[in-house]
């Protein structure tokens, strides 16, 4: 088994230049002709979680590539997190992806990290690399998480403060820092909506999503199927899942998905 290997991609130019940290585990003759693995953190997580450090370990064991990386403002990488919006993250994921990985890819999705997925999709099918994405795992997904989320939530305070401020903090259970929202980020979801008509994946998608999760409804993921096509599309709901699904058997259920479509099962 192959170890993997740090490495850094400048992403952007001048002002907007800023480093962005991988990790990156090579395919062997083991795995010839299965497609690698791509991991896509969500909003404030970064590429040493329990869930990331799982899919690389699996990865490595069928002897598959894989790739992880932090977004900008983000775990090693560089740049502001306060500078971050959806098209930034997505400028990086797609130079990682780019830069890293080769043929057919299983791009995994957390939480924003889905939302991310979805747009890399609708970006590769209009560069003619859709072929390049063998199937979608989307953990939690939050697409248009600001937009149908978090805005129709939003206090008067939190409103104010997006407009006298440009931003709004609130204390976060994940971690002991509060979460930061700009008005950057908001305006920036809505040129990024994909539940605005069919997301043509070209590609089979695997939605595992917690019925206890207080940050994601469930009904969120329902929302998001009536936006793929009908087939090849299947959806996991798991009773007590929380948003993190990091338990041994939510990181199972989700790396047995991945092995799905590497046609490992």
Same mark, same amino acid.
Request: hydrophobic fraction near 40%; charge should be negative; proline fraction near 6%.
């Given at each position: ?60 064991? +069928? ?10 403002? $983000? ?8 500078? /971050? ?36 999709? *609708? ?5 003619? *690399? ?27 305070? *939190? ?19 509060? +979460? ?8 920036? /979801?809505?040129? +990024?909506?994909?539940?605005? /008509? ?7 998608? $695997?939605?595992?999503? /917690? ?8 009904? $969120? ?10 087939? +090849? ?9 929380? $948003? ?22």
């Amino acid at each position: 088994m192959t170890e993997p290997v740090a490495s850094k991609l400048d992403v952007g130019k001048g002002e907007e230049l800023r480093p962005i940290a991988a990790l990156t585990r090579i395919a062997t003759e083991k795995g010839a002709g299965l497609p690698g693995v791509v991991w896509l953190g969500g909003y404030r997580s970064d590429m040493t979680g329990s869930k990331a450090e799982a899919l690389c370990q699996q990865a490595g064991s +069928n002897g598959q590539a894989c790739l992880r990386f932090d977004y900008s403002g $983000h775990g090693a990488s560089g740049g502001s997190f306060r500078d /971050g919006t959806i098209s930034r993250w997505l400028e990086e994921s797609l130079a990682a992806f780019e830069h890293y990985t080769s043929g057919p890819q299983i791009l995994v999705g957390s939480s924003m990290g889905g939302w991310i997925a979805l747009r890399m999709v *609708q970006e590769l099918k209009a560069r003619g *690399q859709g072929d390049r994405v063998a199937g979608l795992v989307l953990i939690a997904p939050a697409p248009d998480f600001t937009l149908e989320l978090m805005e129709p939530e939003l206090t008067d305070a *939190q409103r104010a403060a997006l407009e006298r401020d440009g931003f709004y903090e609130e204390p976060t259970p994940y971690g002991p820092d509060p +979460n930061v929202f700009t008005r950057a980020l908001f305006e920036d /979801g809505r040129s +990024n909506r994909v539940l605005d /008509g069919l997301i043509d994946t070209g590609a089979p998608v $695997h939605i595992i999503q /917690g019925m206890a999760d207080p940050d994601v409804p469930w009904r $969120h993921a329902l929302r998001l199927l009536e936006h793929l096509p009908s087939e +090849n599309v299947t959806l996991t709901l798991i009773r007590d899942g929380d $948003h993190r699904l990091s338990r041994d058997e939510d990181i199972a259920r989700i790396l047995a998905a991945v092995d799905g479509f590497a046609g490992k099962s």
